[in-house]
């Protein structure tokens, strides 16, 4: 078997080694399809190695013009065209109890540095920006974002503790009783960036946020959990939301200020494909323990 690989491997190189500008700009498989249809010998060995299940061969079932996915039967060798988002509706859940004392200057400016970079998104987008603790307080109220004014030390004055549930239910309330918000083409984003554990919430609690986030979920709003000085993925799968979607950052200067280049990057990624799949918004948050 090994010997058979190493065939492929070699005539791979070799077909490579000719510089075709249309060889050298295909992906692996798409070369070695040429290669099979153009070298029988080669064909025969990866029908032998069961690469043609992955490469289609001249002569095999994966040939016959058409593919099966869970979707259905899709003509072979076509992919699903990246799908733009005709509104987006962000909304932002933003920790300032009193442990993120000392880091407000890297919050103001993570957060200015999002904004200046997503005012030039092409798609409509409307922004919701709560800031939490003890209480709430929202600071853009779904505002165009050309519109969402910056951040400031006076807005981000940290107290309190963290009523997260509390936070997290209110915002999927009032976004839900926005009409038109599930409209095909409207995608839904909440991040919520936390760096402690609830403690402190009145009226919702677990079972209830996570039902809420469900239900939601189940129409295509897209729940990220950035959370700090804990295990993020473990909080947000309590919650409901995708562990995927989650990553543990480091409460630091630099990693407050990454989490805003990831939103940034989540806010790109469904504007131009309306999905987080495949998103590398996780590339830009510092890593916590």
Request: hydrophobic share 40%; proline share 3%.
């Amino acid at each position: 078997m090994m010997k058979q690989h190493l065939k492929v491997m070699a005539a791979l190189a070799c077909l490579m080694g000719l510089g075709s500008t249309a060889v050298m700009a295909a992906s692996w498989t798409d070369t070695l399809q040429q290669l099979a249809k153009s070298v029988p010998a080669v064909s025969q060995v990866l029908k032998e190695t069961g690469i043609s299940s992955t490469v289609p061969v001249p002569g095999t079932a994966a040939t016959t013009g058409t593919t099966t996915t869970q979707s259905g039967t899709e003509p072979a060798g076509t992919e699903k065209p990246a799908v733009q988002a005709s509104h987006l509706e962000v909304v932002l859940l933003i920790d300032k109890s009193g442990s993120m004392k000392g880091l407000e200057e890297d919050m103001v400016k993570g957060y200015n540095s999002m904004l200046a970079k997503e005012r030039k998104l092409s798609v409509p987008t409307n922004v919701t920006t709560i800031l939490f603790s003890s209480d709430h307080e929202i600071l853009a109220d779904r505002k165009p974002i050309s519109e969402v004014p910056d951040m400031t030390l006076d807005a981000y004055k940290v107290r309190g503790a963290t009523a997260l549930y509390d936070t997290i239910g209110n915002a999927i309330a009032k976004t839900e009783a926005v009409k038109g918000i599930d409209d095909t083409g409207s995608k839904v984003l909440f991040v919520i960036i936390t760096d402690g554990l609830e403690n402190y919430s009145q009226t919702y609690d677990q079972e209830k946020i996570k039902k809420m986030i469900d239900v939601q979920e189940e129409k295509g709003w897209e729940f990220v959990f950035i959370g700090s000085n804990m295990d993020a993925e473990k909080e947000a799968d309590t919650i409901g939301i995708k562990k995927e979607n989650a990553a543990t950052y480091e409460n630091s200067k630099q990693g407050v200020q990454a989490n805003y280049q990831a939103v940034s990057q989540m806010v790109h990624s469904l504007a131009t494909t309306s999905s987080l799949v495949g998103s590398p918004w996780k590339n830009s948050i510092v890593p916590g323990k």
